[in-house]
Structures are given as C-alpha cells and as structure tokens.
C-alpha cells in the first residue's frame, strides 16, 4: 500500500480525523464536486456490485461505512429483507436507514468504526464496503474484520495508485488531515489470499473492486 510509514496515525486517530472531513468537507451529492469529482465513476461500481449482489442471492446485507445510502438502495435487489448500515457520522447513518426502509425490510443502524471488531453471532450473507480502505490504515485487520462478519460474499473496494486524479486526492485529503491509501494489484492479491477462499478483482480504472469468499478459518463462529 502506498503511504508514508513515519508519523503515521493510529486507527482510532484516522477514524476521527475522517469523520471531521465527511462531517464538514466532503462535497455532497448532487453538487459539481459531489458528482464529478468525489464520486467520480460511481455508476461503473454501481452496475458491477449490482450485478454481484443479484448473483448472490442472500437476503441479510450489512453496509460498513453506508454514507448518505444511495449507493446501498441502487445495488439492493428485492429479495433483501435485513439491512444494516454502519458509518462514522451519525448524520449519514439515519440518512441512510431511511433511504433503504421498505415494506417487508427490517433495518438496523449505527454508529460504528469499520476498525472495529464486530460482535461475535453477528453474521450477514453479504457484506459490503465501499469506498472505506481510502481512509484507513490496517487493511489487514479491516478485510478480516469484514470476513468473519460475512456467511458468505465480501464486496469491497481498494484505490489504486496511480493517476493523476490519485496524486491530486493525496494532496486534498493531506490538507484536511486525512492520508490517502492506494495500492497496485501486486501488492493487494497476497493481502486477500490471508482471508478469502475466492477471489474477484475487477478494475474500474480509479478503484479495485473485489467480491470474496471468506476462508473457512474467518467465519463466524
């Protein structure tokens, strides 16, 4: 992964700092930079995970960092009856739950820090998480988190480094005292091996997208 090793911050320190930014900074949707610059080529990731999420056919989804919730309601399909969605700003958590209600749904929320460990028995068919790895550092620990979360798909996404668009969000995000992570398909297939029993990547030029089977070792107990 690409990023300055000296002084770097804590999870716990990255987590803050990241919910200042979305709180504050981060551009919302709809606007110039909300559509064409912080979200740049969602509706590639949208119809990919789409297509995932029909193929999976599990009826339990749980979104880690869920945002404002409009990426969770266009991937959802309508077999889907558990929803719950996690992220750092409270603002977005009920935003989302309430985007994602429906007849026939039960939905949870809260508050949550994707480095976290999750509580054990609290398993879904599928689990995602978009557009979260960009602002952590313990990839690790993350993917093994999602993994031991999930009974059976893991969806998750990985900046790549490279680009100028990359260079220019580096410099942006260091501003509001946020370190970008990204990294090369080489260096992010053996940190995937450590957890999943099956792997898909799929590059959509400005992120990795990835469906993963857990290993067995990873599970819920």
């Not at 987590?15 to 979200?39: I, L």
């Not at 053996?190 to 590059?203: C, K, M, Q, W």
Request: proline share 5%; hydrophobic share 40%; net charge neutral.
């Amino acid at each position: 992964m690409r990023s300055d090793k000296s002084n770097r911050p804590s999870a716990h320190e990255c987590a803050e700092r990241t919910r200042a930014y979305f709180e504050s900074v981060y551009p919302v949707r709809g606007s110039n930079a909300g559509q064409g610059w912080a979200r740049a080529r969602e509706e590639r990731r949208i119809a990919l995970v789409r297509e995932w999420m029909q193929e999976c056919r599990g009826t339990d989804v749980l979104d880690v960092g869920c945002g404002d919730g409009c990426f969770l309601e266009a991937v959802l399909t309508p077999h889907v009856r558990r929803i719950r969605v996690e992220d750092l700003v409270p603002a977005r958590v009920s935003e989302a739950a309430r985007r994602v209600g429906g007849a026939g749904r039960t939905v949870e929320a809260a508050v949550a820090d994707i480095n976290e460990p999750a509580r054990d028995g609290d398993a879904f068919d599928v689990v995602l998480a978009i557009g979260v790895t960009d602002y952590n550092p313990n990839w690790d620990a993350i993917i093994a988190n999602l993994c031991r979360r999930a009974r059976n798909t893991v969806i998750v996404d990985f900046p790549i480094a490279r680009g100028m668009r990359g260079a220019a969000r580096r410099l942006w995000l260091g501003w509001h005292g946020v370190t970008l992570r990204s990294t090369t398909l080489e260096e992010l297939r053996p940190l995937l091996a450590r957890h999943a029993g099956a792997i898909e990547v799929v590059d959509l030029g400005l992120n990795y997208t990835v469906r993963l089977t857990p290993g067995l070792e990873n599970g819920p107990g």
